[in-house]
């Protein structure tokens, strides 16, 4: 099993560039997610989904799009890229909510010129 | 709000000393917290969580609802021990708040 997986690992976009990153996972989970992590603040939830066809909104939504179409995929957006969205991001999956383990993927190098 | 504080960015410790990564959170019910650890070039993973009351490589957490704290401990740190930690709380929405994390060095 690849656990969780991220593509691209690294990219670089000019501002107002779009792009999508992806994120599967072959553990059959519900629920999955994205966070976004910065210096000195951890890790910040963009947005989450709790099964196939869900989705809602994180603490740091603004800016970005997420669509569930397929259980093990979850895809984040970025309609308009800015410079303050230079980050890693990171993507999670856990078998529900409720507190279960969630098992994160590699991470992505995001720079915004 | 639920928030999570961490205060220490960088912890230093000498290898056989000591150590404990501190941890406050804010949170109106009944918390239910976690330690995360990154290893250099790792992936980010569950180091332990307070519900199971467990020993992960040595580490214990005591959630201690008076203090609102939840420190991470280890009597005898390791080099291996070396690592960003994470500690997360779990709240009403079922998502994880995360602290801004503390790395821990371990000298030889």
């Known amino acids: 099993n690849a656990g969780v997986t991220q593509t691209p690992k690294f990219r670089v976009l000019k501002t107002g560039q779009s792009m999508t990153l992806l994120c599967a996972q072959d553990m059959n989970h519900e629920y999955m997610y994205w966070y976004r992590q910065d210096p000195g603040m951890g890790l910040r939830l963009i947005h989450y989904s709790v099964g196939e066809g869900t989705t809602a909104k994180g603490e740091v939504p603004d800016g970005y799009n997420v669509s569930r179409l397929k259980k093990q995929n979850f895809l984040l957006g970025l309609e308009s890229a800015a410079p303050s969205q230079t980050s890693v991001y990171f993507c999670?999956?856990?078998?529900?909510?409720?507190?279960?383990?969630?098992?994160f993927g590699p991470g992505t190098r995001l720079t915004v010129l | 709000a639920q928030r999570v504080t961490q205060p220490e960015k960088l912890l230093s410790v000498f290898k056989g000393a000591p150590v404990e990564l501190k941890c406050n959170y804010s949170?109106?019910?009944?918390?239910?917290l976690f330690w995360y650890v990154q290893y250099s070039r790792q992936r980010l993973q569950l180091l332990l969580r307070?519900?199971s009351r467990e020993s992960i490589k040595g580490f214990t957490a005591d959630l201690n609802k008076g203090e609102t704290s939840f420190h991470l401990k280890k009597p005898f740190a390791q080099e291996e021990d070396s690592a960003m930690y994470y500690c997360a709380l779990l709240n009403y929405g079922q998502n994880f708040v995360f602290g801004p994390g503390t790395r821990l060095s371990v000298l030889p």
């Open positions: 949170y109106s019910g009944s918390p239910e």
């Open positions: 999670a999956s856990s078998p529900q909510g409720d507190g279960d383990e969630q098992f």
């Open positions: 307070h519900i």
